[in-house]
Nanobody, 116 residues
Framework: QVQLVESGGGLVQPGGSLRLSCAAS????????MGWYRQAPGKQRGLVAT???????NYADSVKGRFTISRDNAKNTVDLEMNSLKPEDTAVYYC??????????WGQGTQVTVSS
């Protein structure tokens, strides 16, 4: 059974930082791509950042320069360091592991709230 488990969410003030982590279990081969997506209230789920097994990264324009995605292929983990957080970053953040369009997996999500 493939499972992705996120951790690290919580409440933070604007300008603050959080680090999200995701651990994959039950997999035989590393994911070709891992990533973070988020869904804010009343909005569709959207890309935050992705990283390939060769450490090629892609970021949404809204988080470039503030967020950093990283992965450890040996440990099957992916992290998201979030700096200079803004209220509009408030969302449920989901971890994703991807082999192909027919084989992709999601975590349960972790809440990030940026508020004074």
């Amino acid at each position: 059974q493939v499972q992705l488990v996120e951790s690290g969410g919580g409440l933070v003030q604007p300008g603050g930082s959080l680090r999200l982590s995701c651990a994959a279990s039950g997999i035989i081969f590393r994911f070709s791509v891992m990533g973070w997506y988020r869904q804010a209230p009343g909005k569709q789920r959207g890309l935050v950042a992705t990283i390939t097994s060769r450490s090629i990264t892609n970021y949404a324009d809204s988080v470039k320069g503030r967020f950093t995605i990283s992965r450890d292929n040996a440990k099957n983990t992916v992290d998201l360091e979030m700096n200079s957080l803004k209220p509009e970053d408030t969302a449920v953040y989901y971890c994703n592991g991807h082999y192909s369009p027919q084989s992709t997996f999601w975590g349960q999500g972790t809440q990030v709230t940026v508020s004074s």
